[in-house]
């Protein structure tokens, strides 16, 4: 069974940058779909971003477009969040995901494996 753990939240001004790490254990993540996923208080999930198992498709949410960059490394079992032009309604807890299918596919529910969170905030 996979084990995901995220890595890499805290504060940072409206403006800033962050990169988010997920680091998966248990089991190899490299045939698997990657995403990440957040949630602001008193809001529902919703879905950040996503990568296909081989690195060669992304997906954003049109809110983060142009601003965070997704990027995974096979070899060390890793899928990352680069956040910049941070705004403060970027703020949330983030949360890798692991897929059952190699290719994203636009479902949440594709998703199995759901690392703990890390919280992002960005002040104004």
């Known amino acids: 069974q996979v084990q995901l753990v995220e890595s890499g939240g805290g504060l940072v001004q409206a403006g800033g940058s962050l990169r988010l790490s997920c680091a998966a254990s248990?089991?190899?993540?490299?045939?698997?779909?990657m995403g990440w996923f957040r949630q602001a208080p008193g809001k529902e999930r919703e879905f950040v971003a996503a990568i296909n198992w081989n690195g060669d498709t992304t997906y954003y949410a049109d809110s983060v477009k142009g601003r965070f960059t997704i990027s995974r490394d096979n070899a060390k079992n890793t899928v990352y969040l680069q956040m910049n032009s941070l705004k403060p309604e970027d703020t949330a807890v983030y949360y890798c995901?692991?897929?059952?299918?190699?290719?994203?596919?636009?479902?949440?529910?594709?998703?199995?494996?759901w690392g703990q969170g890390t919280q992002v905030t960005v002040s104004s």
């Open positions: 248990g089991r190899t993540f490299s045939r698997n779909a």
């Open positions: 995901a692991l897929s059952r299918s190699s290719y994203y596919y636009a479902a949440a529910s594709d998703f199995g494996s």
